[in-house]
């Protein structure tokens, strides 16, 4: 029996060094291997923002990448360790993809490219970045990072809420969940937590940064449609009846104007089910004299959430000048959900009927 155990422990450690020698030799090609297949992952499993299965799936990401950190930091055994960058790899992809799916919908790229641009560098270097990942400061701060990145559209999802107040809630809940995480990694860990919380401080004040001077987009909203009208009429069936101008596709939309003509602005904005909340259709011109864009109009009108394509809505301007002009959706808070611009000049248009559903 123990001549047995002998040899099957052997068998065992033969396999493992097998595999630990496989690793090391396709090391190259596991590493994008992992990448992609977190985010084919996520593009065939996440659709809406506030689905239980979507927050559940990028729920399980955060709990395997602390699950991965915690052994990481406790486990000594390197064969074990070994295989561990490879899953945080896996999970931070699965995380960031769907976090640039998420975030990509809801943002203006005029206003938010800054925030984009990390995001996208974050998943885009994902590979790049799994060596770092064995560093436990490096760790903890995309940890942070990935966990304040779900808390900023999962606690308005929750609470139906959304505004400032809601935002520094996700900021608090962030440092709760990160320093409670520290705390029980340093139970059998050497790393010194006073360095994870320096960090983590340095990337919350940098995320309310962002936030505050609108460069985070207004997630969990989102923008489906934006379109330029000369009539906008909601029918009895619910459905809006429009009228186009033929071949109005340039640079700029064209819009060309008549005596007393007015135009519409017509958007659907996705919120998720029971947010209710306002946003704003601001309307510029171009200061041709100024060289800069001066306000006209400030529409505000509310939105029910809910409605897969978006809540339907629009605003309109009458006896409207000449040159260029556009027009954006907001929120109250002036964080930029999309943008139109176009051309208005004098002429007679050629106008098409559209129904839209």
Known sequence: MKNYLINKKERLKGHFSTSKNWVEKNDKYLSPAFFI???ILDNLTLTRIDMFFDNAILFGYLSLVAFSIIMMRAVKREGIVKYLPFVLQFAF??????????YTKSASLASSWIFLFLLYGLFLGN???RHYYKKSDFQIIIFFVAIFSFMIF???VLLKEMGWQIFILSGLVSL???YLFIFFTLKFSEVRGKRDFRNILVVYIIFNILYFTNIIPPVPLSLKNLELYHSVEKSFSGNYIV????????LFNKFTKTQNSSIYVYSSVFAPTDLNIDVVNVWRKYDEKKGEWVTRERITYSIKGGRSEGYRGYSFISNVETGKWKVSIETERGQTLGVIKFKVIEGKPELETEEIR
Request: proline share 3%.
């Open 37 to 39: 297949a977190g985010f």
């Open 93 to 102: 992809g699965g995380l960031f993809s769907g976090y640039v799916i998420f």
């Open 127 to 129: 590979e790049r970045l």
């Open 154 to 156: 999962f606690i308005p």
């Open 176 to 178: 709760l969940v990160i």
């Open 243 to 250: 009228q186009k101008e033929v071949g109005a596709w340039s």
